[in-house]
């Protein structure tokens, strides 16, 4: 059974950092893209980041390019998300989420972790 | 950026009635389109990729249709459990891009 647990949210101040994780299993890891998807309380869905299986194509919304950083780490099933100069509008439940097959919509969603930025 | 536009934003239907949902993207998006279903509290759930393949698990009251810049969600015989917000994606191209949402609600 696919599974993907994100860590790592909480509440930080602007301007903070902060380090999220996504632990996968249930399939060979080091095989599928992941990506990043967040949501604002009550609002849709936005795309973050994406990482290809061995790391070589990364690509990121331009809200935060520049400020977060997506890696992975095939050895240990995880899946990251570097997020630096924090601002109150990155206020989301940040969820990782792995493609059905090659880049055919998101099939397995973890359950999320909040970030909150707030002073 | 292409932009995906959801319509209605909202929907009431009675239970056992047929809804349609639309999404239009603002260029060709060649089929490559996803939708998926969230329920309060919970996470999104892929039901149709490529514009019209059904999702593992998913019922058949589910259908995705279109092509271009044109695609649609169709769900038959209306069920309690399909109380929901439907999002539709584009992964034609990046950044890839969701619809605002429609918050499908029972009559």
């Known amino acids: 059974e696919v599974q993907l647990v994100e860590s790592g949210g909480g509440l930080v101040q602007p301007g903070r950092s902060l380090k999220l994780s996504c632990l996968a299993s249930?399939?060979?890891?080091?095989?599928?893209?992941m990506n990043w998807i967040r949501q604002a309380p009550g609002k849709g869905l936005e795309w973050v980041a994406s990482?290809?299986?061995?790391?070589?194509?990364?690509y990121y919304a331009d809200t935060v390019k520049g400020r977060f950083t997506i890696s992975r780490d095939n050895a240990k099933n995880t899946l990251y998300l570097q997020m630096t100069s924090l601002r109150s509008e990155d206020t989301a439940l940040y969820y990782c989420?792995?493609?059905?097959?090659?880049?055919?919509?998101?099939?397995?969603w973890g359950q999320g972790t909040l970030v909150t930025v707030s002073s | 950026d292409i932009q995906m536009t959801q319509s209605p934003a909202s929907l009431s239907a009675s239970l056992g009635e047929t809804v349609t949902i639309e999404c239009r993207a603002s260029?060709?998006?060649?089929?490559?389109l996803a939708w998926y279903q969230q329920k309060p509290g919970k996470s999104p759930q892929l039901l149709i990729y490529?514009?019209?393949s059904l999702h593992t698990g998913v019922p058949s009251r589910f259908s995705g249709s279109g092509s271009g810049t044109q695609y649609s969600l169709k769900i038959n015989s209306l069920q309690s459990e399909d109380v929901a917000s439907y999002f539709c994606?584009?992964?034609?191209?990046?950044?890839?891009?969701f619809g605002a949402g429609t918050k499908l609600e029972l009559k």
């Open positions: 989420a792995r493609h059905k097959a090659y880049n055919w919509g998101f099939a397995y």
């Open positions: 249930g399939f060979t890891f080091s095989n599928y893209g």
């Open positions: 990482i290809s299986s061995s790391s070589s194509y990364i």
């Open positions: 260029e060709d998006i060649y089929n490559g």
């Open positions: 490529n514009a019209n």
């Open positions: 994606q584009q992964y034609y191209d990046y950044p890839y891009t």
